[in-house]
């Protein structure tokens, strides 16, 4: 089953996002130094083009957590990927990367990259546990501040 319809994973659902999500989304990019800082119109657009993949994660009816990606032929990235301070740790991060990535499979993606700033080693921790590997280092990559960016690589199976 895809995510179209949402997916429960006990009182979690994850689920296409949808216009109306913006703000909240906004609110949650806003307290996440580690996150893309785009705006609220390049997110609503992001969801609607093709080949892309945007979801949020709600518990008991509050967005807490969200993920964008996109597809491109058999390869996607993880674009951006948030969730709200204090419900961090609880699982919503692990229930969106996993609805994304059982969508990109659903999507015949072979393999799937992301960036991370190299000082976000929770980050880069989190992705590991879930599969990822480190590919290498984009240098100069991030701004505000200057930082490098770890690339990493998981591939898709089955």
Request: net charge positive; hydrophobic share 40%.
């Amino acid at each position: 089953m895809g995510v179209e319809g949402g997916k429960t994973r006990g009182a979690k659902s994850v689920r296409k996002f949808r216009a109306a999500d913006a703000d909240v989304v906004m609110a949650i990019v806003l307290e996440s130094p580690a996150a893309a800082l785009w705006t609220r119109e390049s997110y609503v657009k992001f969801a609607e083009e093709k080949g892309s993949l945007a979801l949020v994660i709600e518990t008991d009816g509050e967005i807490r957590g969200f993920l964008v990606g996109r597809r491109v032929e058999d390869q996607a990235e993880v674009l951006n990927l948030a969730v709200v301070s204090k419900h961090r740790r609880k699982g919503e991060g692990t229930a969106l990367l996993g609805a994304a990535m059982e969508e990109f499979g659903a999507r015949a993606v072979k393999s799937v990259y992301l960036e991370v700033r190299e000082s976000n080693t929770g980050a880069i921790a989190f992705y590991e546990k879930h599969g990822f590997a480190k590919m290498g280092l984009r240098r100069g990559y991030y701004r505000e501040p200057d930082e490098a960016a770890v690339t990493m690589e998981k591939k898709l199976t089955g």
